[in-house]
């Protein structure tokens, strides 16, 4: 029998691999790191590299995978609920709009 708590940890696991292989180099270039990665990030939603309706990953697991603080994942995702590219919904995440 499959365990599925470690089947759905295993898939955000994948699912975060694939968007920081998709942000590639997003810390180079001017500015404040949590302005790169919201750049980055509105970068991907734009091109359609992150499809609409995405759930992203929860800051905690995107600042350590991107090895930065947590308060960079949280002052980019509030950058990008800003300029309207993605909501936040409270107790189920934050979702690219659609």
């Given at each position: 029998?499959?365990n599925?708590a470690?089947?759905?940890?295993?898939?955000r696991?994948?699912?975060?691999?694939?968007?920081?292989?998709?942000?590639g180099d997003?810390?180079?270039g001017?500015?404040?790191?949590?302005r790169?990665l919201?750049?980055?990030?509105?970068?991907g939603?734009?091109?359609?590299?992150i499809?609409?309706?995405t759930?992203?990953p929860?800051?905690?697991?995107?600042?350590?995978?991107?090895?930065?603080?947590r308060?960079?994942?949280?002052?980019a995702?509030?950058?990008l609920?800003?300029d309207?590219?993605?909501e936040?919904l409270?107790?189920?995440?934050?979702f690219?709009i659609?």
């Amino acid at each position: 029998m499959t365990n599925r708590a470690t089947s759905a940890r295993v898939a955000r696991s994948a699912r975060l691999h694939a968007l920081v292989g998709e942000l590639g180099d997003w810390s180079q270039g001017p500015g404040p790191l949590f302005r790169q990665l919201a750049r980055s990030l509105a970068a991907g939603i734009e091109r359609g590299a992150i499809a609409p309706t995405t759930r992203l990953p929860a800051e905690r697991s995107l600042a350590a995978a991107l090895s930065v603080s947590r308060g960079t994942a949280v002052a980019a995702y509030e950058l990008l609920v800003a300029d309207g590219v993605v909501e936040r919904l409270r107790g189920s995440g934050t979702f690219v709009i659609g």
